[in-house]
């Protein structure tokens, strides 16, 4: 389209009887550019192991000799193979799951959140969750955080206590910055919760990549009615185009998601993809190491060459340091190599990638820094 074209559309959509809210909106959208290293949206990179492959071709076949039919509803074969994946003691009834992560999120927020009620969550962090909020006519809340970042007990606590949200969202590992929180933050966000009638969700999409002797919020879940521990096969699984986020909580808390969720809402493609890939656990988070590997790497490299990387528990790493960081995310671009551009200025978001992609992405770096 021409800009011209795309100003009338633009004037054609405002004049639609649409809610106030979504008035001069823009969709979520990270650029979708083909070039030979796309490491702005934390996917993995390697590609698919041909057995795995084969696998999923197969049960899709079967599947869709189903198709006629609607899918199990309950999906509980699926969330069976979740279940005994995360352990934890967890079973089919503590899990819920959706088409991504952001369908179980906005789930959540449909039950617990929406019209005249609120959700906090603590920027810079994953910017679909305004859009959560807004897509479900919920106030959303910008909690605060400490100097680099960090989160303290204290201060997650006494924010819940003096806004009583209905819903909390703590991202850990944290996007864009890449850092995970202790569990006395996770604790400490519970106790205060139960006081004001909240929710805490612990968003963990980077969980799987966390340092050695980081904890999982799963450990929590024994008795704390009110948490939320969200994860998703896009990452570590290297699913994302799957589309299969799911959650462990207390089994009252899948019943909630039931009453907001359309009917069948995974498809029995979905169902056969998910469950093909569970099947094939060990393969396809084979690379998760190799990818912690790179991401050292990263931060390493990155403060050799006078840059500021925060320490990472995910697959990707956030840095400061740049004078100028479009001009550096241009010249990356123009070297092949996208990175994501979070909006804070001096700093870019990078996912760690094969050796190859890594070894391309710093050696563009270096050129525009002038250090190669
Ligand atoms: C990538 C990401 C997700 C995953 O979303 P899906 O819908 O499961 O693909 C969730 N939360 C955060 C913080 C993410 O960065």
């Known amino acids: 389209m021409t800009s011209e074209e795309t100003a009338a559309r633009a004037r054609r959509l405002d004049e639609l009887p649409l809610r106030e809210e979504l008035r001069g909106q823009h969709p979520y959208g990270a650029p979708q550019l083909q070039v030979p290293a796309m490491l702005n949206v934390n996917e993995t990179t390697y590609d698919m192991p041909a057995d795995v492959v084969e696998a999923m071709t197969a049960a899709v076949r079967a599947a869709a000799l189903g198709l006629n039919r609607y899918p199990d509803r309950e999906f509980t074969a699926l969330r069976g193979k979740l279940a005994a994946f995360l352990d934890h003691g967890l079973t089919a009834e503590h899990i819920w799951a959706a088409n991504g992560s952001n369908e179980v999120m906005q789930h959540i927020l449909q039950a617990f959140a929406g019209p005249g009620r609120s959700v906090m969550a603590f920027p810079p962090t994953y910017s679909m969750y305004p859009l959560y909020a807004r897509g479900t006519n919920s106030e959303y809340l910008a909690g605060t955080r400490d100097a680099d970042y960090r989160q303290t007990p204290e201060g997650v606590a006494a924010q819940i206590r003096e806004h009583r949200p209905h819903v909390v969202i703590l991202c850990s590992p944290n996007n864009p910055t890449g850092t995970a929180l202790g569990l006395d933050v ?115 490299e990155l403060t050799r060459l006078g840059l500021r990387p925060a320490p990472s528990d995910a697959n990707f790493v956030f840095f400061g340091g740049l004078v100028d960081e479009q001009a550096a995310w241009q010249h990356l671009l123009d070297d092949g190599v996208l990175v994501r551009d979070v909006g804070i200025p001096g700093h870019l978001r990078v996912t760690a990638g094969t050796e190859e992609e890594t070894t391309a992405f710093l050696e563009s770096l270096a050129r525009h820094l002038g250090r190669a």
């Open 186 to 300: 996770v604790e400490a966000a519970h106790e205060a919760a139960l006081e004001s009638d909240t929710m805490v969700v612990v968003d963990e999409a980077y969980g799987e990549f966390r340092q050695d002797g980081t904890p999982s919020a799963l450990e929590l879940l024994p008795g704390r009615p009110r948490l939320i521990v969200s994860r998703t096969m896009s990452k570590a699984f290297a699913l994302a185009g799957g589309r299969l986020g799911y959650l462990a909580a207390a089994p009252e808390v899948t019943d909630a998601m039931r009453l907001v969720r359309l009917p069948y809402h995974l498809s029995a493609v979905t169902q056969a993809v998910a469950e093909a890939a569970l099947d094939h656990s060990a393969a396809l988070t084979a690379n998760v190491e190799r990818i912690k590997v790179q991401r050292d790497r990263i931060v390493a």
